[in-house]
């Protein structure tokens, strides 16, 4: 079986890592040089929009999967016409789009918060006198890490803010005075079956995800997993997704989803039964789905901007690191770790020790 991956970064690469035990073979088009899946498969190097080039991964492959939800809809209209490409188009064009993606949560009675489309500074001004304030102005497409947001926290702040995102369509929503952020990493196969994970905890700095912590018998699991199958059963989903919420006042408020494999799963590779990225491939390829049981407790710990010395962080244990192979950069996620143990407070002391690796080398 030969995956075709449009994206060939991090993602791409523990996709190919997990599939190549399966027999899979992979080939991925992106337009980057030093996409680091590119050792794992075969590179296409070519635009997003490159019919060609695109035409010559269709023909070499059995299917066509995504690593990011950004992908122009016209490349997955092509795409589609030479093979099956999954998830569906249609799930692309919805979670591409904080607007549709919105609309759709609240038309299938999933709870968000107050929002509003806004397409001038002066729909922003209207935007703001209906919602009020604290509010995150989004660019609709093309955002990730917290890029294309901008929080408004006093008048001052709404001048001059349309503009600043690049005079694009924008959604305003509410500020959530959130208790905390969890996600679910669900999966649905070919054949509609379905499974989720443990909702995961997550923390952000500066728009970015940094720590997850699979929980155990979360009381909200059952509401998460309610919601993500009314959004799976509405789009006919394939594959992996992730949903994104907000705890507060005991409940869940909709975040984002996003229609591939999540960041906030990655633990799943050693702290479950079968990973994310298997199940994935399982789901796309017609397979029977991995179980999702946690195998005890697990966290997993972003590095941005750079990765601490392997060899500390292997003296650390039970932690198995993932280096991506991108260059460094700061703001840039180039790998992270897991941390496994039987008991949450050992869990704690391994994340410490992590941590304090972080700080060395900043
Ligand atoms: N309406 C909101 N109220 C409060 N905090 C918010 C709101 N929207 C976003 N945030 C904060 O910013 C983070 C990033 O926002 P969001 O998930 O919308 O963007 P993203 O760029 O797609 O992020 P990612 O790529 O990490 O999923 C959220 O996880 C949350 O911490
Ligand atoms: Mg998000």
Known sequence: MKIGVIGGGQLGRMLALAGTPLGMKFVFLD???????????????????????????????????????????????????????????????????????????????IPVAPFAAVDSQEELEQAVASIGLPAVLKTRTLGYDGKGQKVLREPADVAGAFAELGNVPCILEDFVAFSGEVSLIAVRGRDGTSKSYPLVHNTHRDGILRLSIASHQHPLQGLAEQYTASVLAHLDYVGVMAFEFFEIDGGLKANEIAPRVHNSGH????????????????????????????????????????????????????????????????????????????????????????????????
């Open 267 to 362: 633990w799943t590779i050693e702290g479950a039964e079968c990973s994310q990225f298997e199940n994935h491939l399982r789901a796309i390829t017609g397979l029977p789905l991995g179980s999702t049981a946690k195998l005890g407790e697990s966290a997993m710990i972003n590095f941005i901007g750079s990765v601490p010395a392997i060899a500390d962080l292997a003296a650390v244990a039970d932690c198995h690191v993932h280096d991506y192979g991108k260059a460094f950069k700061d703001g840039r996620k180039v790998g992270h770790a897991t941390v496994r143990s039987i008991d949450s407070a050992i869990l704690q002391r391994q994340l410490a020790a992590i941590s304090v690796l972080m700080a060395a080398g900043n």
């Open 31 to 109: 337009p980057a040089q030093d996409a680091c899946a590119a050792t794992l498969g075969e590179h296409i190097h070519a635009d997003y929009h490159d019919h060609e080039h695109l035409r010559q991964l269709a023909d070499q492959v059995d299917m066509v999967t995504f690593e990011f939800e950004s992908v122009p809809a016209d490349t997955v209209a092509f795409l589609s016409q030479f093979v099956p490409v999954y998830p569906c188009a249609e799930s692309l064009r919805i979670a591409r789009d904080r607007l549709l993606e919105k609309n759709l949560f609240r038309s299938l009675a």
